[in-house]
């Protein structure tokens, strides 16, 4: 009796089991190093749960009885992960391009987010930016709110609801911004602390919360000490901005004389990486120093090369971050970057990498279609954990791609197809989404 109830138990568990195993069969494309796509035709992707087993041109004996998708001639990639993106300034995309970054947030981006003090129209354009970001390749995203503790928590439950796995930053600014904006120090720190008590009520399972300094120029000391506490009590990651703008540098070396360069005025209060994981956007001017210091921290680039040139605040030296093995990823930057397509960013990094060999400095070879896919994949995903390649043991993000529209008549490779749509793909080309193994549509 014993050993039939034993077997009946078994049979119950590889029934389990194979319930939560299930395949995708496609043409696979991932990324390893930044070098190389990784390509595989007509293959099988499975997965257990949220976890990836392999890769396999056919399916091993043991997962013979699994159920499989099949998405026949269409690609198969990771999920996109945008590493820097302003959700409240998805309403004026597009608009104020003619203008350099100090006084583009004095004109266009400080009078467009104190409307989120009111909740209704919090309510309705965060729904449009959360509706568009779901429809897109992006699986993850680091998000900027503003400086509304119950705005920015709507804009996280509306994130909940859609199924991404995102991080969400209350923003802290208690000087050099209009009245209308400006915290008091302590109160920035206070609604921080209350806003992480609402999140760990709200028990948040795909939206986690990100410690938002804006900018150096934007919190005083008292403010950062303030903030570490903060970020120590709660262990949060680190989200702000880095040597983006020639006059912003200057600003910072005015406003903290005592710091070797721009990220060491973020490093004296223990917001650079090392003990807390931690993105910096743009990066645009980082020198020697500072590079090292990211590197030896571990501090992510969230490279933004639309915005970047909109703002004309310089083209990044992506080479050079990868060849020093810095942690790389790719922002869209909205609205500095028009757009929240992650494949625009990767053309937009290539183009502009193209014109600083041209025209700074022919010692920086441009990036390549695998470098950036990379980037825009793994590069920026592993800020989330192993999320971003289809490597064993990886999170199953997916996107499926469908590029029947793109009509050619020559015969084409699979990294081609998907080269070509890094240039003039779109949400329309977007078949099918997977975040962290639940698939979306």
Not at 72 to 96: C, E, N
Not at 205 to 224: G, H, N, V, W, Y
């Amino acid at each position: 009796m014993a050993g039939k109830g034993q077997k009946k138990r078994k049979a119950v568990y590889r029934m389990s089991t194979k319930e939560s195993i299930f395949g995708l069969k496609g043409n696979i494309v991932y990324s390893i190093v930044p070098e190389k796509m990784e390509v595989r035709e007509n293959s099988y992707l499975v997965c257990e749960r949220n976890e990836i087993k392999g890769v396999y041109e056919t399916l091993p004996q043991e997962y013979q009885d699994i159920p499989v998708e099949d998405y026949g001639d269409r690609l198969i990639i990771p999920g996109l992960t945008d590493l820097h993106v302003h959700a409240p300034q998805y309403s004026f995309r597009g608009l104020g391009m003619d203008m350099e970054l100090l006084e583009w947030l004095e004109t266009n981006t400080f009078p467009e987010e104190s409307k989120y003090k009111d909740l209704e129209y919090a309510k309705k354009a965060y729904k449009i930016f959360v509706d568009n970001l779901r429809k897109g390749a992006t699986t993850r995203a680091c998000i900027f709110a503003t400086v509304h503790r119950k705005a920015t928590l709507h804009l996280m439950d509306l994130l909940e609801i859609s199924g991404l796995h995102t991080m969400v930053g209350k923003v802290n600014m208690d000087r050099n911004c209009p009245d209308y904006l400006r915290e008091d120090t302590q109160e920035s720190a206070d609604e921080t602390v209350e806003w992480m008590k609402d999140i760990q009520h709200n028990k948040y399972k795909k939206t986690q919360a990100i410690l938002t300094p804006r900018f150096i120029p934007s919190c005083t000391d008292e403010l950062m000490e303030m903030l570490k506490m903060i970020q120590m009590r709660y262990r949060m990651p680190v989200q702000s901005h880095l040597s983006e703008n020639f006059s912003e540098i200057a600003w910072v070396q005015e406003l903290c004389p005592e710091s070797e360069f721009y990220g060491d005025a973020y490093d004296r209060f223990g917001l650079f990486g090392a003990d807390c994981k931690t993105v910096m956007a743009h990066c645009v001017h980082s020198d020697e120093r500072e590079r090292a210091r990211m590197k030896e921290n571990g501090v992510f680039v969230a490279h933004c090369p639309e915005s970047n040139m909109n703002l004309a605040s310089g083209v990044a030296p992506v080479r050079t971050f990868l060849e020093e093995g810095l942690h790389v990823g790719l922002g869209s930057d909205v609205a500095g970057g028009a757009t929240e397509n992650l494949f625009t960013a990767m053309a937009h990094a290539i183009q502009a990498s193209k014109l600083r060999w041209r025209l700074y400095d022919d010692s920086l070879k441009s990036l390549t279609a695998p470098e950036v896919f990379y980037m825009a994949t793994k590069g920026g995903g592993e800020f989330f954990g192993k999320v971003g390649s289809f490597e064993a043991g990886y999170e199953l993000d997916v996107v499926v791609l469908d590029d029947s529209r793109l009509e050619h008549p020559q015969e084409m490779t699979v990294q081609q197809r998907l080269e070509r749509m890094i240039y003039f793909s779109d949400e329309r080309e977007v078949y099918a989404k997977y975040v962290a193994g639940e698939k979306l549509f």
